[in-house]
Structures are given as structure tokens and as C-alpha cells.
């Protein structure tokens, strides 16, 4: 059962700062005991609070949750990022860039590029809700958003759409 917030509230109970996305973000690409791609021993991983990154118990290897993400390169908040995918999940007819911009507050650019990523990861769909891909349907927010974590393990590494949409 998916336990992805539905309302604004439910949003921000569960994503209230960058910290709860990052690591939100890390368990659903990693989560703890994944096994740690330098010493190949499964780890706890540990917040290395400079960075974006997580520690190897064992080696001190990094593990850096937005690379290889839409996430990466962007210095807009994963909050903002979150809340814009969950606007998007949320809302049957899509979400304009003017949307974004007046509800997050950034640069109306800003706001163009987020929903035009959105769209790109979301662009495989037909329809709104569902994900149909190989005999599947998954809701498209189903990992990013509803937390759901799968398939933790050595070579694990999920593609950018996976991250995003939860198309596993
Ligand atoms: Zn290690």
C-alpha cells in the first residue's frame, strides 16, 4: 500500500527539511546495509554532514545520494524539488511553470526547467497516474515520494527515472 502524503500537511510532516529529503533520497537508492562499493562489506552508513554524502562504517567510501540524479546539479532545495513532484503527482491536470514559480518561490527559469524535467521523467506515461511498463503499473511517485524501498543490495544502482518515478 502506497503511504505517499496526499495533502500539504502530510507533505511537510514527512519532508520538513533538506536533511528528511536527503535521506529520503539515500534510503531509497541505498538504505543502511548496502553493501559499500569500494570494500564490498554491507555497511552502515553514516550522515557526513559537509556534504551530500554518507560514510562507509568500514572504509570511509562515500556515498553521494543526488549524483546521477535530476538532483544533482541543481542549487534549488530537494524540498522544493519534492514538493514540485508531489504537486505534479497531486494534480490531475499538470502543473504550469507559473504555478511553480508563485508556490515555490523561485525564478519563473527555475520553475520552466523543474517542470520541464518533471514532464521528461514523467513523459513515458500515458495517462496521469499510472505507469505502465513492462506488464507493470506503478505509480509514478511511488519511490520518491511514497518511500517505498526495494531491492537494496551490492550492484542495486537505479537508473535517474527510477529515482524520480519509482518505475521499478
Ligand atoms: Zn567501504
Not at 572504509?59 to 543526488?66: D, E, R, W
Not at 522544493?80 to 519563473?108: D, H, M, P
Not at 500515458?126 to 537494496?152: A, C, F, Q, S, Y
Request: overall charge positive.
Amino acid at each position: 500500500m502506497s503511504n505517499k502524503p496526499q495533502t500539504i500537511a502530510q507533505f511537510f510532516k514527512r519532508f520538513p527539511s533538506e536533511e528528511a529529503c536527503l535521506n529520503h533520497l539515500f534510503d531509497v537508492r541505498f538504505g543502511q546495509g548496502f553493501e559499500c562499493p569500494r570494500c564490498e562489506r554491507a555497511s552502515k552508513w553514516f550522515r557526513i554532514k559537509a556534504e551530500r554524502a554518507y560514510s562507509c562504517q568500514w572504509c570511509g567510501h562515500h556515498l553521494h545520494p543526488t549524483v546521477g540524479t535530476p538532483f544533482e546539479k541543481t542549487r534549488t532545495p530537494l524540498q522544493s524539488w519534492f514538493y514540485a513532484i508531489f504537486l505534479f503527482t497531486t494534480t490531475r491536470n499538470g502543473v504550469a511553470a507559473k504555478e511553480l514559480q508563485r508556490q515555490l518561490g523561485v525564478t519563473y527559469k527555475t520553475a520552466w526547467r523543474m517542470a520541464d524535467l518533471i514532464r521528461k521523467h514523467m513523459g513515458d506515461v500515458d495517462g496521469d497516474v499510472l505507469i505502465g511498463g513492462e506488464g507493470k503499473e506503478v505509480e509514478i511517485d511511488e519511490t520518491l515520494i511514497g518511500g517505498k524501498r526495494t531491492g537494496v543490495g551490492a550492484g542495486n544502482y537505479r537508473d535517474n527515472k527510477t529515482v524520480l518515478l519509482g518505475m521499478v
